[in-house]
Structure formats: structure tokens, C-alpha cells
């Protein structure tokens, strides 16, 4: 059985495919073509794992392309996304074209060639700052940014292929998740690069509260979605996260706490997000992974996020890690 997975060079791909080939699964990974023949993250795994992957090179933009990507696979999980929210602002229609149109390509070839299972990739972006806390599945979307937008369109159009053509979809739905590897982009690499480079960090708004996910936690909520054999999972959409939830400002507390450093905070106006953009909170209701996975975080809690933290911590704390970072004063 062959797993297809796109999105597989980066940070979450690349930690789903290490996890995925320890466990024996085959794997056919889908890196977005580029000039610099890079397997992204897939670079770091260790050599006994790249061995067993089979690399492809294409974009899920383009219906050639995805057709030889799919072709032999027995399932698919659609990783492959463009997720930085201020590049967002700048570049809708490239959201448009990979989270939507790609998606809906993936969709297509896979019903055409009778996919099993099609694991779609989700994020807790898509209902906007919390109106109700925990956040179940049954939350109001609410897109905040053209990011969210999209992935509300990526969601929907896997499950009308469920509703209308019974293509076996499930949409995993992560909350933030950290870890190795992660984008400089996302808020705790920001915090960790910047205080380990310098002793200031510039950074938006300290006051959002985010649910956090370590990587690891993640892959494994995934790779239970694949394993499960239960029909009634088709159709279904579930929440991944903690089900803890903590403040930008607290978060940067303990990292300073880890590190052994005082950490100067400098407000980044460029940072800070338009008002009605921002979402204020995010606190994952994960009872129907818990039910229906039977997955339960490792990381969880205050003691859950402090051992992740420092994990991540430690792999920044590698000069080679490091050196892929290069904490800019903005980086969109
Ligand atoms: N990181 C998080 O906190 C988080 C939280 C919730 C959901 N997610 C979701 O998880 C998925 C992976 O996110 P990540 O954090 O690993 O981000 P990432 O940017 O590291 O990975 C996204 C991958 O998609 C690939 N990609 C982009 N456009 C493509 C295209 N046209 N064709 C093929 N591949 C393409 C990129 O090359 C990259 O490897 C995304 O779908 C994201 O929405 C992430």
C-alpha cells in the first residue's frame, strides 16, 4: 500500500514522512518543483529513511502533473498548501490556486483513480477567534484572512467530493502546531531565532492565545486517520490540538525561562495584523479525536508544551539548525 503525500518537504511533511516510513508504510513524496533540485526538510531525515522514499517532483496546480503523482498510490494526504497569512494579504490569488484549485485537482484525480482514503489537511484558521471555547468541529468559520478563506474552499470542495461522488475524504483539522523545522514565519521559531541571534525580539501582538500542538502529536493524529478502519470516518471533519491554551506574551515568558535569558520585546508594527484580521483566540474541544482516533496528545498541557518547547529549543540550539534561520526584522 502506497501512501502519496503532498506538502512532504515541509515542516509537517517532512516530520509525517519520517514518522510514516518508521512505521512501514511506503510513501510517495510530492515536492513542489524548483530550481534549486531541493527536497526541502526531506534533506534532514536520515539517510536509512531517504533511501525508502520515492521522490516526486511536480505541483498540485497542475492536472498533469498530479496524475502521474497519484497514479499507484492507494491513499492521499493533501498537505501541500501556501500558509503564511501576511503573504496572504499580498498574494490572494495564489491562495486561490493552490489551496482551492490544487485541492479540487487532487480531488479529481483521485476519484478518477479510485483513491481509498483522502486525508485533507485543515487548520483551526478557518473558524476565525473563538466565539465559544473549546472549539469543537461544530464552530462557525469565520475567515479572518484570505489563508483562512482558502482553506474553508480546500475543505468544503474535499467534502462535496464526499457528499456528491462518495470519494472516502476525512479532514484533519490541526491547530497550530511547532516543532523541528518549523517556518521563521510561524511564532515560536520568530521568538526562539530572534532571542537565541540577538537578545530582542521584534514581534506583532502579544496578546493572542494559541493552542499548541507539538509536530510530533500531529503526525500521529494523522497517520491514525489513515490506519483507521472505519467507514464512518468518511465525511468527517476533526479537530488535532492540546486543548490547552496560552498567550503570545506568556509563551515568550517561558521560552526566555528556557533559554536562561531576558528577552527584550520590541513591538513591530508591521507585525501586527489589521485589526479584524487577527484572531484573538484559538482553544481546541478535541474530544472527537480522543473518541473517534483514540488519539490523545503526548505533549499535552502546561508540562506538554514546556517539554516541547525545549525539544525545539534544543534542535534550534544546533549551529547547523540555526543557520537556516536568519531572523530578519520582518519576513512577510
Ligand atoms: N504549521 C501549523 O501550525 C499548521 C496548523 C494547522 C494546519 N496546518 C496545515 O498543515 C499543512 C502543512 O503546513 P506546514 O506548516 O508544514 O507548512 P509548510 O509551508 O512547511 O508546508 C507546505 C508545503 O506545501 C508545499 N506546496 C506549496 N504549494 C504547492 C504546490 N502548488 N504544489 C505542491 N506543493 C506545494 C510547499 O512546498 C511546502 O512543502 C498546510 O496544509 C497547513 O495549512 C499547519
Redesign the pocket.
Given at each position: 500500500m502506497k501512501i502519496l503525500v503532498?506538502?512532504?518537504?515541509?515542516?509537517?511533511?517532512s516530520h509525517l514522512v519520517e514518522s510514516m516510513v518508521r512505521k512501514g508504510y511506503k510513501v510517495r513524496c510530492?515536492?513542489?518543483y524548483n530550481s534549486f533540485n531541493s527536497n526541502?526538510w526531506l534533506e534532514k531525515l536520515p539517510k536509512d529513511i531517504k533511501k525508502k522514499v520515492e521522490y516526486f517532483y511536480?505541483?498540485?496546480?497542475d492536472r498533469n502533473s498530479v496524475i502521474k503523482a497519484v497514479k499507484g498510490c492507494h491513499k492521499v494526504v493533501n498537505?501541500?498548501?501556501?500558509?503564511a497569512i501576511p503573504y496572504s494579504y499580498e498574494a490572494p490569488f495564489s491562495y486561490i490556486e493552490?489551496n482551492i484549485v490544487?485541492t479540487t485537482n487532487l480531488l479529481q484525480v483521485s476519484l478518477e483513480q479510485k483513491i481509498k482514503k483522502f486525508v485533507q489537511?485543515?487548520?483551526?484558521?478557518v473558524y476565525g477567534s473563538a466565539i465559544k471555547i473549546p472549539m469543537s468541529e461544530n464552530h462557525p468559520f469565520n475567515a479572518q484572512s484570505p489563508y483562512a478563506a482558502t482553506?474553508i474552499g480546500a475543505d468544503q470542495m474535499a467534502l462535496s467530493f464526499h457528499k456528491s461522488f462518495n470519494l472516502p475524504v476525512v479532514v484533519i483539522r490541526?491547530?497550530?502546531?511547532?516543532g523541528p523545522r518549523?517556518?521563521e514565519r510561524?511564532i515560536i521559531p520568530t521568538i526562539i531565532v530572534q532571542a537565541m541571534k540577538k537578545n530582542s525580539i521584534n514581534i506583532g501582538s502579544i496578546f493572542p492565545k494559541r493552542d499548541f500542538t507539538y509536530v510530533s502529536d500531529t503526525c500521529e493524529g494523522i497517520i491514525k486517520a489513515l490506519n483507521i478502519n472505519n467507514k464512518n470516518i468518511f465525511g468527517q471533519t476533526i479537530n488535532l490540538g492540546s486543548n490547552y491554551s496560552i498567550s503570545i506574551n506568556q509563551l515568550i515568558k517561558k521560552i526566555s525561562k528556557i533559554l536562561k535569558k531576558r528577552i527584550i520585546i520590541k513591538k513591530d508594527k508591521k507585525r501586527i495584523r489589521p485589526k479584524k484580521s487577527e484572531v484573538d483566540q484559538l482553544l481546541c474541544d478535541n474530544k472527537k479525536a480522543k473518541k473517534i482516533l483514540k488519539w490523545k496528545p503526548k505533549y499535552s498541557g502546561l508540562k506538554g508544551l514546556d517539554h516541547g518547547l525545549k525539544k525545539t529549543i534544543q534542535w534550534f540550539g544546533n549551529e547547523e539548525n540555526l543557520n537556516y534561520y536568519n531572523a530578519k526584522k520582518y519576513i512577510l
Open positions: 503532498t506538502g512532504s518537504e515541509g515542516f509537517i511533511g510530492l515536492i513542489l526541502g511536480g505541483d498540485i496546480r498537505l501541500a498548501s501556501l500558509i493552490t490544487g489537511i485543515s487548520t483551526s484558521e482553506k490541526p491547530f497550530n502546531t511547532f518549523q517556518s510561524a
